[in-house]
Structure formats: structure tokens, C-alpha cells
């Protein structure tokens, strides 16, 4: 194998191991274009649809939220422990920095008065009720405005617990809202306790003191599908243009494989004389074709004597070499003695 085509190969094996990666990455781009584009179909979904009661979603505390449920409104009847109010930490609300209020919801009744008798009583639901600014500094006390007291009925909306942070935090508070540390902070561990958590859209009664609201989920789609056909394009065109680069290598090579006369044949001037274009000037001359030399006019002779130069004028100048010419041919005729 020649290095010419050992080069045209490596060019394309580059080729086909980029266009490869890009063709995966953009459609990796594309799958979480696609998965957020349903995200956002849900979003609006649920926000349209009618409250329901709380264990016709999860009709058990162990029961998992269906991805089509996120965001699902639902009500339940119950009581806040509020003596086991958790402030989740570094979570900004609105571009102030904020905690957000974690209280423990007991469940009285999932059924929110539907069913004859009341369903999963005693079940803990974690509920976010808003958010309250920080103090100055992150060590400063924060004292958030108690939930209502007694039996209310709660709206919320339904999330998935997150994923529990290995983050410290101080006591009574939380980096992330996953169950299990948000009861553990407040004191409640071993209840049977939902694996989701809800956010606050109503209570009935409602608080004396209000909180801030939670932020609404975010309904834009992202840059994913214009990346996923940047990548695609990145893929072809690098593969267009390897491939450019290896047939380059080989016409090359081509030429340099040539025998001596043919390469002078090839590199002949387009004006010079050759076989195929006759005697003639080249059809096309180009920039690198020689250009042929320019000659310098023949000055005239004057007719009277070859040896003086005629010089070429106007009619006035003409008639004067004229008359010129003819005293010197009278003085010739007639010498003086």
C-alpha cells in the first residue's frame, strides 16, 4: 500500500469515527428534546385538569407517582405538625434567596370526604407551603409564619421526592427534598410516609400569614433540537470533507505516478503549439500562461530615402515632408555650382 493511500485511508476512517460521534450526539440531543417536549405536554395537562382526592392518584403510602401524575392537583383532609417545620436551604425563589417551608402533613382522610369511611389515616404527606427570605447571613434565625391549626383541607400538587443530598445541613433543615431526611429532620421518622411530596396551591381554612408562592414549572423547551441538527450537520460536513481531503491524496499521487513526458505534456503552456490544439493560441488563456512577447512597429521609411525614418503624423506634418521630399529631390536634379 502506497503512503498516498494509506493517507486516504486514515482520512476517511477519521471521517466515518466523526460523523459516527456526531450522528449519536445529535441524537442524544434529540431523545431529551423529545423528553422535554412531554415533560411540558404533562405540565399543561394537569394544570387544566380538575383536583382530585389524594389516594385516587396514590392509593397506598409505598404506591410510586406515574410520570403522567406529575404536577397532578389533589386534596386531602388533615392536620399540620408544626413544631416539625423543616426550611429546605439553598433553593431561590424568584432570584432571592429564599428557604422553603417543609411541614409534615397528617392525613385524616386521602378520600377528601368522597368515601364513605376515610382512607390511609395517619399517613404523613410532606408539603411545601412557600418560601421565606433568608436572613443576612446563612447562620441567622428564621422564623416562618405557622400553617392553620386544626383539620383543613389542603390542595396541592404532586412531585416526585428527590434525591437525598449527602450535603450537611443545621438542625432543622435540609438540602433536598427527599423524604425520608425531611422526616428525619423533623423528628418523624418510622410514620408510614408518601414517597411523593406536594406544593401547596390552596388550604382551607386558610393561614393567618402567607408565604411566598412557589415558582410555576418552566415551560420552555430548551436549545436541544437545534442542537441535535447542529450536530447532524457537524457530522456531514466533516464527512464531506475528509473524504474531499483523501480523493485529493490519491489524484495526487495519481500525478506524481506519471511518466516524465506526459507530466511535460500536462504542464505545457495552454498557448503553446501541441497536438491537440493545433498551432494556435490557447481557446482559454489563464494567468499562469506565458504571454507572448510584444514586438516593437517597424518605423516607415520616407520613399525619397530609405534611410530617413518617416515619421507618422497629421495631414499638416504629411504635407510638409511632402514638400520637404520634393526640394531635396530638386537640389539633387539641379546642383549649384
Excluded at 417551608?101 to 392525613?107: D, K
Excluded at 420552555?220 to 474531499?244: I, R, T
Excluded at 515619421?311 to 546642383?335: M, T
Aim: aromatic fraction near 6%; include cysteine.
Amino acid at each position: 500500500m502506497s503512503p498516498a493511500v494509506r493517507r486516504a485511508t486514515g482520512l476517511v476512517v477519521v471521517a466515518l469515527v466523526l460523523a459516527v460521534a456526531c450522528s449519536f450526539l445529535g441524537r442524544w440531543q434529540w431523545n431529551r428534546h423529545v423528553w422535554r417536549d412531554n415533560a411540558i405536554a404533562v405540565v399543561k395537562a394537569n394544570e387544566q385538569a380538575e383536583p382530585v382526592p389524594l389516594d385516587e392518584i396514590l392509593p397506598t403510602t409505598g404506591a410510586p407517582l406515574s410520570p403522567d401524575d406529575v404536577w397532578r392537583r389533589v386534596e386531602a383532609v388533615g392536620h399540620y405538625e408544626p413544631d416539625a417545620t423543616v426550611l429546605l436551604r439553598n433553593r431561590p425563589a424568584g432570584g432571592t434567596a429564599a428557604y422553603h417551608v417543609l411541614v409534615p402533613f397528617v392525613v385524616e382522610d386521602a378520600s377528601a370526604g368522597t368515601a364513605a369511611e376515610p382512607t390511609l389515616q395517619g399517613s404523613v404527606l410532606v408539603v411545601d407551603r412557600g418560601w421565606v427570605a433568608t436572613g443576612e447571613t446563612s447562620a441567622a434565625a428564621v422564623d416562618p409564619p405557622p400553617p392553620p391549626a386544626g383539620t383543613i383541607t389542603v390542595t396541592v400538587k404532586l412531585r416526585q421526592g428527590e434525591r437525598a443530598s449527602g450535603r450537611s445541613a443545621p438542625a432543622g433543615q435540609v438540602q433536598a427534598i427527599a423524604v425520608d431526611q425531611v422526616l428525619d429532620a423533623a423528628d418523624l421518622a418510622g410514620a408510614p410516609t408518601f414517597e411523593a411530596y406536594g406544593g401547596l396551591t390552596a388550604e382551607s381554612p386558610a393561614a393567618a400569614a402567607s408565604l411566598g408562592p412557589l415558582p410555576a414549572p418552566s415551560k420552555d423547551p430548551g436549545s436541544h433540537l437545534s442542537y441535535a441538527f447542529q450536530w447532524w450537520l457537524f457530522a456531514l460536513g466533516g464527512l464531506v470533507a475528509f473524504v474531499y481531503m483523501a480523493r485529493r491524496e490519491l489524484l495526487e499521487s495519481q500525478d506524481e505516478g506519471q511518466p516524465q513526458d506526459a507530466r511535460l505534456v500536462d504542464d505545457e503552456p495552454r498557448g503553446a503549439s501541441s497536438p491537440s490544439q493545433g498551432d494556435g493560441p490557447a481557446l482559454w488563456p489563464t494567468r499562469d500562461d506565458p504571454r507572448p512577447p510584444r514586438r516593437r512597429p517597424v518605423p516607415r521609411r520616407s520613399p525619397a530615402d530609405p534611410n530617413i525614418p518617416h515619421r507618422r503624423g497629421g495631414r499638416d506634418e504629411d504635407a510638409e515632408d511632402a514638400l520637404i521630399d520634393a526640394q531635396i529631390a530638386a537640389s539633387q536634379q539641379h546642383p549649384s555650382h
